[in-house]
């Protein structure tokens, strides 16, 4: 059973930092596509980051040179270390893993934490 907890998210003033962290069981992050993504209301989920088992990293332009996704292979937790943070990052930020090998397929999902910045 593959289950992602998110925490590590809150309420930050435009400039300020959060690190989201995802303690993964049922999945080894060293092995499975990781990533995260946010929905904010009425909009639709997007992509933040992603990993893959080589370390290769990708990000949405939004976040760009401002977010870092990585994750710890010995304690199986990803994290999305976020700077910079804008008003217009506020959204609920998910974890999720992919289904198979070699795939970026995400197929299970966390429940979320939420980050609110303030202008």
């Known amino acids: 059973q593959v289950q992602l907890v998110e925490s590590g998210g809150g309420s930050v003033q435009a400039g300020g930092s959060l690190r989201l962290s995802c303690a993964v069981s049922?999945?080894?992050?060293?092995?499975?596509?990781m990533g995260w993504f946010r929905q904010a209301p009425g909009k639709e989920r997007e992509g933040v980051a992603r990993?893959?088992?080589?370390?290769?990293?990708s990000y949405a332009d939004s976040v760009q040179g401002r977010f870092t996704i990585s994750k710890d292979n010995a304690n199986n937790i990803v994290y999305l270390q976020m700077n910079s943070l804008k008003p217009e990052d506020t959204a609920m930020y998910y974890c999720?893993?992919?289904?198979?090998?070699?795939?970026?397929?995400?197929?299970?999902w966390g429940q979320g934490t939420q980050v609110t910045v303030s202008s």
């Open positions: 990993i893959v088992s080589g370390d290769s990293t």
């Open positions: 049922g999945r080894l992050v060293r092995r499975y596509c």
């Open positions: 999720a893993a992919a289904r198979s090998l070699p795939s970026c397929d995400f197929g299970y």
